[in-house]
């Protein structure tokens, strides 16, 4: 689990999201000058061999072990990152980059994102 944050925190944000196109798809927009602190999530994928992995818009791939989902058509694959404790976060994006979620196969992808952006 990364560092705490600063000290001075946006409201904590949460949305479902249902995306099925290969390469990137965009969950959170860049904003100026703000990160994106990633504090928990719900990914599930069926279908087809996919790999689905978490990066800021820049590029950077955002990762723990246990982040990368393997769907390989064996039926509903899952992962479940629970939420981080008050003042902590999992991971976050570079300054000025949103968050996207990358599918290496076009099969689809849903889940619950929670999340600060300041």
Known sequence: MAAEQDSEKKGIQNFTFNVSTM????????VAGQRVYILGFLVSA?????????QDTGGA??????????????????IEVPIAPP???WEKTEVGAG???NLSDATSVTGTLV???F
């Open 87 to 89: 003042g902590r976060f």
């Open 23 to 30: 390469g990137d798809n965009a969950l959170v927009a860049a």
């Open 115 to 117: 999340f600060q952006q």
């Open 61 to 78: 791939v955002l990762r723990s072990p246990i982040w990368d989902l393997h769907a390989s058509g064996m039926g509903i694959e899952e």
């Open 99 to 101: 968050l996207d979620i």
């Open 46 to 54: 069926a279908g087809g061999s996919n790999l689905v992995s978490l």
